[in-house]
């Protein structure tokens, strides 16, 4: 494919398991768009955006047009985003659980002209601040709202001479010009504006296709619910469609269940946290099974954990094959049946779980990237030889890495951004000799997997001067079906701590087995015996690690932390500087001299 510009790979055709290139569920059924829908309505809404005045203007970032755009995954969104593509402005995409004064704050800075909204209460938003953004011209709405315009109401027929009026602005488009300003939800401090031009999005997607080509996917079906916002989701988006697969929205994360066994999807791409989840929702199913059909269970977990890429022995394999016919058949039927791969992004994925999600023949390929490069650096594929327990897989085509003195990950490649809009200063103390500086600590096994080991600004320093990198820690320990969360604390302390949220789905059916009330999660994290549960599991986990990582106490929380309540990014990582501040109470109990709180336990040298 010779394009050097997204909006040049828009897909000829598409296979439609449930009828459509895009497909959404309007009143409880599902809605095709197709290919031709797709495309007429992608140019409708150039046009009508270029007779509203928007247009590539003088070719400088700054002086390009912005439209920003603020909803769930839905076809409007794609439609949206190609017709701006194709016109020479910038997409703004943007969360829709941001606050007003952050969305206030961020369409000041790009000076967008429009906004497109999902709905009534993101309408609500907008219209709250809007007298304070005095480039905003009109908001309209995917939904019908009441007081917000309906996007249809600027679309019309095609008149003749509209698309070579499209073709003439479209040609005016250079691979080098920004295409969209994605603001990163960050772990801490204010959204930066990366700007990610044609180029850096289209090499990405087209070395991310070979590895789609690997994944058997015989109905091309997709589904998506990951935010479109996000990198990510937004690049394996144009993957699926460069690719001629079929797409279709979930309805909401709370949908995604039986989306899934609608659509019948051949893969689909989640976070890590999704994947806990779910395995969570298959412990529970399992743990109320009885007599020989719950020992068959347990046994077939085991067998999961046991699973190695390559090298497994007949025997092995043989337990596999009754496992699978037994209960790992009946985990895929209940994801659609079809699901071939799972594509993690955003965080590391407990080893466990790629263990035994891959051993049920969902294969999970977690990838590696920062929204700054576009995303994808590294990622796992479908063929054995490329795939590797606890790394983020091989480099991707051409992109370039190179592991620092300090161990920091440098990257190279047409990937990488254009830079952070308006702010040149930290675009230049990220930007250090043609090199990116991602912030990640890694390492590169056999010369060819890229392992994260921690990010470079969360390794901390106890009062001893030994330096913690906590990612390892944590990673390792929720391992323990009973541990949901954690954080590891320590910094500038005399040893490292931690705070934890128990999985409750594992901890709730065990504590009723004990005859421990569950009715009330602050009361029961302070039972004797849960607690000497969990500090017998990070009891067993220290052993692994050296004397000055070893976790010393751990603090049981009652609520798990979340997006809503502001401790989680919207794609799942922790912010660390929000949950420090937020249980700053709890954290100091656990360095109380002589003092053990309730919910706090000392792991004894006789567990470490």
């Known amino acids: 494919m010779n394009a050097t510009r997204l909006f040049d790979c828009m897909p000829v055709q598409a296979a439609a398991p449930v009828g459509g290139l895009l497909n959404a569920k309007v009143n409880g059924e599902w809605k095709p768009y197709s290919t031709a829908e797709v495309h007429t309505m992608v140019n409708q809404l150039s046009m009508a955006l270029l007779n509203a005045g928007i247009s590539a203007g003088d070719a400088t970032t700054e002086g390009r047009d912005k439209i920003a755009l603020i909803s769930n995954g839905r076809p409007e969104w794609v439609i949206l985003d190609l017709a701006v593509q194709q016109i020479g402005a910038i997409l703004v995409p943007l969360y829709p659980n941001s606050n007003a004064k952050e969305l206030e704050q961020i369409l000041n800075e790009a000076e967008v002209r429009y906004v497109f909204v999902s709905n009534a209460e993101l309408c609500g938003k907008i219209t709250e601040v809007r007298e304070h953004i005095p480039s905003l011209r009109e908001i309209y709405a995917f939904?019908?709202?009441a007081g917000c315009l309906h996007w249809t109401t600027i679309l019309g027929p095609l008149k003749s001479g509209d698309e070579e009026k499209i073709k003439a602005e479209s040609n005016k488009v250079r691979a080098e010009d920004v295409t969209t300003i994605i603001y990163t939800s960050g772990t801490t401090g204010r959204p930066k504006g990366v700007m990610l031009t044609h180029k850096n999005i289209l090499t990405n997607v087209l070395d991310s296709s070979k590895v789609l080509d690997q994944v058997p996917a015989p109905n091309k079906s997709a589904l998506s619910f990951l935010p479109l916002n996000h990198i990510f989701e937004k690049m394996c988006t144009y993957i699926y469609l460069f690719n001629?697969?079929?797409?279709?929205?979930?309805?909401?994360?709370?949908?995604?269940?039986?989306?899934?066994?609608?659509?019948?999807?051949?893969?689909?791409?989640?976070?890590?946290?999704?994947?806990?989840?779910?395995?969570?929702r298959i412990m529970g199913e399992g743990q109320k099974l009885t007599g020989i059909k719950k020992k068959i269970f347990l046994w077939s977990i085991t067998v999961a954990e046991q699973f190695e890429i390559s090298g497994t022995s007949a025997w092995y394999k043989l337990k596999l094959a009754i496992a699978d016919k037994l209960v790992y058949s009946k985990w895929r039927a209940a994801i659609g049946g079809n699901v071939r791969a799972i594509v993690v992004g955003s965080s590391a994925t407990p080893i466990k779980l790629e263990k035994i999600f891959t051993a049920a023949n969902i294969v999970i390929l977690e990838g590696y990237g920062l929204t700054e490069t576009s995303p994808v650096i590294a990622v796992n594929q479908y063929h054995p030889h490329l795939r590797k327990f606890g790394t983020v897989g091989p480099l991707l085509g051409d992109v370039e890495v190179k592991i620092a003195d300090d161990g920091e990950i440098l990257c190279k490649g047409d990937n990488v951004m254009a830079g952070y809009y308006k702010n040149p200063e930290m675009t230049a103390e990220v930007m250090q000799d043609g090199w990116f500086h991602t912030g990640d600590i890694g390492t590169l096994e056999d010369g060819k997997f890229l392992k994260i080991t921690d990010r470079k600004k969360e390794i901390f320093k106890t009062s001893g001067g030994k330096y913690v990198a906590p990612l390892p820690i944590e990673n390792k320990m929720k391992e323990n079906h009973f541990i949901e969360q954690m954080m590891v604390v320590g910094s500038g302390r005399k040893y490292v701590a931690a705070l934890i949220v128990p999985s409750y789905t594992n901890l709730l059916p065990w504590c009723k087995e004990h005859d421990i009330p569950v009715d009330n999660h602050h009361e029961l994290i302070k039972d004797t015996r849960v607690l000497d549960l969990f500090k017998k599991a990070v009891g067993g986990f220290n052993a692994e690690f050296n004397h000055v990582e070893q976790v010393k106490k751990i603090a049981l929380l009652a609520d798990e932390w979340s997006v809503e309540r502001g401790e989680l990014t919207p794609t799942g990582k922790m912010k660390r500087k929000v949950i420090t501040e937020k249980y700053d109470t709890q954290i100091n109990r656990l360095y109380a001299d002589g003092q053990i709180a309730a919910g706090c336990i000392e792991v004894s040298p006789a567990h470490v």
């Open 244 to 280: 001629g697969f079929s797409i279709s929205y979930a309805e909401s994360m709370e949908t995604i269940g039986p989306n899934l066994r609608e659509v019948k999807p051949d893969i689909f791409t989640a976070v890590p946290r999704l994947l806990e989840k779910v395995f969570e």
């Open 143 to 145: 939904d019908e709202v």
